[in-house]
């Protein structure tokens, strides 16, 4: 461990902390301004620890969520899911590069097409190949934030689920 890598994972530390407290906000605009910020956050952290692909794809996701507050839809969204697809093909390096593009396309999806269990379930498909990928990257707030995320993403299918079967 020395002190670039330590810097390293405080800025995703930084990004994580941003995350989370986007997620606080009361307003989409300012949770969306909060979000993209992470992104750009996670975007450089993932450039310095030499992933181009994730860098990229959290570079697009933050566009994405600026246009959002202003565009919505089937084009907007398979526009944005295009480009994933054609960026996470350009910056390929390796196999492990398919995680994080299956993982934004499983979100977006999710978040534009989706509602209810099916929304949860494809944003639950896209943490957990955010996981596995931030492990294999070495982002250690990336495998928190992520590990986080699939839990309580499971904790509320988990939750949904039994209330929808009870009644």
Known sequence: MNLEW???????GVAALIGVLAFQCRHDVRM???LSGSCLLWSLHFLLLAQPTAAL???ITAARNLVG????????ASGFISLY????GVSWQSSWDILP???????????????????RGALL???LLWLVFN????????VIMMGADVLSNVYRIFRWGKLNTTH
């Open 6 to 12: 330590l810097g390293i994972q405080l800025l995703g």
């Open 32 to 34: 969306l301004m909060l």
């Open 57 to 59: 794809l959290n570079l």
């Open 69 to 76: 507050m202003h565009c919505h839809g089937v084009w907007f």
């Open 85 to 88: 697809l054609f960026t996470g």
């Open 101 to 119: 593009v299956i993982a934004v396309v499983s979100g977006s999806v999710g978040v534009f097409f989706f509602v209810g269990l099916p929304m």
């Open 125 to 127: 498909v896209g943490s």
């Open 135 to 142: 492990w294999q990257a070495g982002s250690l707030p990336g």
